[in-house]
């Protein structure tokens, strides 16, 4: 099971990768994944009893149901009373018991949500290159990243955990963040066209058009829908360049910023990486598997994918910074 949050957001792209956990130690103090595993554990054990309990609750309530139900029926007076009896005290145990462990169980687990929040929000911007973090209540909209150049026919966005920011001088907007798009002639009019990390940060350079850059594995994820008229203008190792016919992308981009990007690539758990370049601002999609996009519940927090996921969000900002040049 996982946490309710945000549904899709735990909803992994492909198969989790099982690595050996990685701790990490700060000053004597317990490792940040310690920490969470510390919540984490008897939040669950809770759920479990939780789960037990109601089912034998069910099982009792059956049969107190079967029992009134043939009283109901019977011929002496005093049957249907004692029936309808039961039958309203099985119906009023079932509903307290479901409303009072709710009721508990959500407190905790919001707490629980909370305090992942923030201290996977403060590890993953821990660099000194990071700057400025702010942790808004906001979410991103769908005019927000309509039009972006990468996902098109977007109808709905889930988000969670919209940071504001800067990596050095490039100021950014983050969030976890599900696109789903629709399907014209299908069983299920939308599917997630998008899943991972989603951030959009500002550029200085002076382009009337559009760039993409994809990085890709050799069975695609979270493919990009908004290609289909673009002109590939550069392919190599699984990156490829889109944009307007003709357009000379490498004075857009630059040298330096095409060397760097084409040293990252699709691997580990990063599923997919795709860049949309406008004049002042750039999108950049990151897709995940589920030991990098899901809230730990059911399995303890997975450290080592989380590492690889702050090397690949250093890495892409440390390119964004090279735009134009």
């Not at 130690?25 to 109601?54: M, N, W």
């Not at 099982?59 to 009283?71: D, E, N, R, T």
């Not at 069975?219 to 016919?245: C, H, M, Q, S, W």
Request: contains cysteine; charged residues 25%.
């Amino acid at each position: 099971m996982l946490l309710n949050e945000e549904e899709v957001l735990e909803t992994s792209n492909e198969e989790a990768v099982e690595e050996a956990p990685i701790e990490v130690v700060s000053d004597g103090e317990k490792s940040f994944d310690v920490l969470i595993e510390e919540k984490r554990a008897p939040l669950y054990k809770t759920f479990q009893t939780s789960r037990k309990i109601s089912n034998i609750l069910t099982f009792v309530i059956l049969a107190v149901s079967i029992g009134g139900m043939y009283l109901i029926t019977g011929s002496q007076a005093w049957m249907p009373i004692l029936g309808w009896c039961l039958l309203g005290a099985g119906v009023a145990g079932m509903l307290a018991f479901y409303f009072l462990s709710k009721r508990r169980f959500d407190g905790k687990t919001k707490e629980y949500i909370s305090f992942v929040n923030e201290i996977v929000t403060k590890e993953t911007f821990s660099s000194a290159n990071f700057g400025d973090i702010e942790v808004t209540e906001g979410k991103i909209e769908i005019d927000g990243v309509a039009g972006n150049g990468v996902y098109t026919n977007i109808v709905r966005v889930a988000s969670r955990n919209i940071i504001k920011g800067k990596y050095d001088d490039v100021s950014f907007k983050f969030a976890e963040a599900a696109l789903f798009k629709r399907d014209e002639g299908k069983k299920q009019p939308t599917s997630a066209c998008f899943v991972g990390k989603y951030f959009e940060a500002e550029n200085n350079i002076k382009f009337g058009g559009n760039i993409v850059i994809n990085i890709a594995r050799e069975e695609p994820v979270d493919v990009p829908n908004a290609l289909d008229n673009r002109a590939k203008l550069y392919t190599d190792d699984g990156l490829t360049i889109y944009g307007d016919e003709g357009c000379d992308f490498r004075a857009v981009i630059g040298e330096k910023f095409l060397g760097s990007i084409k040293k990252i690539k699709a691997e580990k758990h990063l599923l997919n990486l795709a860049l949309s370049i406008w004049e002042g601002h750039t999108f950049v999609f990151m897709s995940y598997d589920d030991d990098v996009i899901a809230l730990p519940f059911d399995k303890p927090f997975n450290p080592s994918a989380f590492k690889s996921f702050v090397d690949d969000l250093n890495r892409v900002f440390d390119v964004i910074k090279l735009l134009g040049k």
